[in-house]
């Protein structure tokens, strides 16, 4: 193993943005610490990430559960050395209901997951963060700024890990902190929103999600992963606490530049 190489931790690994990203970091020969709840879809992900010269190793469990984290942190430190950034990126957008018939219980899992998961990553991982200068990134959404209706969930927690992304960023000047909106991108999450949305959203809100498929409109997953994975490795001081989109043009053109085009 090379210890020189980029260890970082990519939750929500197992497809998607977060296995793109991972796919993206093997490339550049990075040291790959896949996280999510699927042991089996992880596997492949990481001999991929293998295959196209990096490390990789998983951690099979749920990010809404703060021992995973720590149990994370201390299997990263232990297979290489060093944590140099988390990417914060497990998510799910359920429950979709209106607010007046939504299930308290589904509402608050929704934000155990998508704010309180990347809260616990960040403190477990903040002591190796300090040592190395690391980076957070915080994927968000669109939905952080923009309502979708029946996602109140989502929205609220995307808003919130944006806003605790500020705070981080000010608390720890050692360490940047991001959080960047990935595009709307054709993954698992897509397809709940396309086939959940008729039966909770208003019916033109609903159809705009069908008819991005459609109009073939989704990003495929490796372009926002590529913006996501630089800002992993490069993200500069003075853009901590930034909500970052990941077609910015500073952001692109230099992930572009330094990544180049996906020919896997
Ligand atoms: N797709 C879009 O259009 C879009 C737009 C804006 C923002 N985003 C954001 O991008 C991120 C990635 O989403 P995606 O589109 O790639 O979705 P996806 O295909 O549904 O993937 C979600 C990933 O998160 C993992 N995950 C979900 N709940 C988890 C939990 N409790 N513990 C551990 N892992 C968990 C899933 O793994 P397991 O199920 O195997 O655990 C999976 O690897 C999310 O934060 C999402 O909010 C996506």
Redesign the pocket.
Same mark, same amino acid.
């Given at each position: 193993m090379d210890r020189r190489a980029p260890a970082v931790i990519v939750?929500?690994?197992?497809?998607?943005?977060?296995?793109a990203a991972a796919r993206w970091l093997g490339k550049i020969g990075a040291c790959v610490v896949l996280?999510?709840?699927?042991a089996e879809?992880m596997e492949e992900v990481k001999s991929e990430v293998k295959r196209l010269g990096g490390a990789a190793l998983s951690v099979t469990? /749920?990010? !809404?559960d703060p021992e +995973?984290s720590t149990r994370t942190i201390e299997e990263t430190v232990r297979a290489f050395g060093r944590v140099d950034a988390v990417i914060n990126?497990?998510?799910?957008?359920e429950p979709l209901a209106m607010v007046a018939v939504a299930d308290p219980l589904e509402w608050r899992r929704c934000v155990e997951?998508?704010l309180m998961?990347p809260f616990f990553m960040a403190r477990a991982a903040l002591p190796e963060l300090r040592r190395t200068q690391g980076r957070i990134v915080n994927?968000?959404?669109?939905?952080a700024t923009h309502s979708i209706l029946a996602a109140s969930a989502?929205c609220a927690a995307?808003a919130g890990l944006n806003h605790f992304t500020r705070v981080l960023a000010e608390e720890e000047p050692s360490i940047v902190a991001v959080a960047v909106?990935?595009?709307?991108? /054709?993954? !698992?999450?897509?397809v +709940?929103l396309r086939e959940k949305g008729p039966e909770s959203m208003p019916g033109d809100h609903a159809e705009y999600y069908v008819n991005l498929k459609r109009d073939g409109r989704?990003e495929p997953?490796h372009q926002p992963a590529r913006s996501i994975v630089w800002l992993a490795l490069h993200a500069p001081p003075s853009w901590s606490g930034a909500f970052l989109s990941f077609d910015d043009p500073p952001l692109l053109e230099e992930a572009v530049r330094e990544l180049g085009e996906w020919s896997v």
């Open positions: 939750t929500g690994a197992s497809r998607g943005i977060g296995a996280v999510s709840r699927s879809r469990g /749920d990010v !809404a +995973v990126n497990a998510g799910m957008v997951v998508n998961g994927v968000s959404s669109g939905a989502y995307k909106r990935p595009g709307v991108v /054709d993954t !698992a999450m897509q +709940v989704l997953p």
